[in-house]
T-cell receptor
């Protein structure tokens, strides 16, 4: 099976940077996804990592260290609209075609 | 945005009644998934489909059945609803199940079982 851990909640100030971490335990790692979910809405895809290193997309970057079972999602220049839950999800060759989701990190952006 | 719709969007029903939720896609994606989302548990997979008439169980499949008779439709049925099935249900689709099987989600169905 897979265990995925991420903090329950984080608070940050508008204009600042927030970094959300995700640790996982899985055999046959096959990729890690980050999703954003606003309250009452569906999750939307943010980023994908399968190799060690950094993926950048505008204000957002995601980082993966395979040997540590670790990923983090960094959001720069935070805006009020970034207040949402951020979900980490892992794909494994042991569960082909299925993703295992963490419980999500609620990010609260304050003025 | 992926063309995924779910119906109904909201439903209130009574314990013991059957309920069917529908997921419809216009993307011709092969893979479809049903999840439930509850506070503190995140998204949990109920059932998934890898093609017409090809389905398999997820981690929380008890009390649920699915059918997929057409590529575009994936139905989730609660044969006899229970209060523990009160939840938000999301359908998702993906085009592949390999390395980059990004899943795209429908808007969700809020189900209340009284």
């Amino acid at each position: 099976g897979q265990n995925i851990d991420q903090p329950t909640e984080m608070t940050a100030t508008e204009g600042a940077i927030v970094q959300i971490n995700c640790t996982y335990q899985t055999s046959g790692f096959n990729g890690l996804f980050w999703y954003q979910q606003h309250a009452g809405e569906a999750p939307t895809f943010l980023s994908y990592n399968v190799l060690d290193g950094l993926e950048e997309k505008g204000r957002l970057s995601s980082f993966l260290i395979l040997s540590k079972g670790y990923s983090d999602l960094q959001l720069k220049d935070l805006q009020m609209k970034d207040s949402a839950s951020y979900l980490c999800a892992v794909s494994s060759t042991d569960s082909w075609g299925k993703l295992q989701f963490g419980a999500g990190t609620q990010v609260v952006v304050t003025p | 945005d992926a063309g995924i719709t779910q119906s109904p969007r909201h439903k209130v029903t009574e314990t013991g009644t059957p309920v069917t939720l529908r997921c419809h896609q216009t993307e011709n994606h092969r893979y479809m998934y049903w999840y439930r989302q509850d506070p503190g548990h995140g998204l949990r997979l109920i059932h998934y489909s890898y093609g017409v008439k090809d389905t398999d169980k997820g981690e929380v499949s008890d009390g649920y059945s699915v059918s997929r008779s057409k590529t575009e439709d994936f139905l989730l049925t609660l044969e006899s609803a229970t209060s523990s099935q009160t939840s938000v249900y999301f359908c998702a689709i993906s085009d592949s199940a390999g390395e980059q099987e990004t899943q795209y989600f429908g808007p969700g169905t809020r189900l209340l079982v009284l």
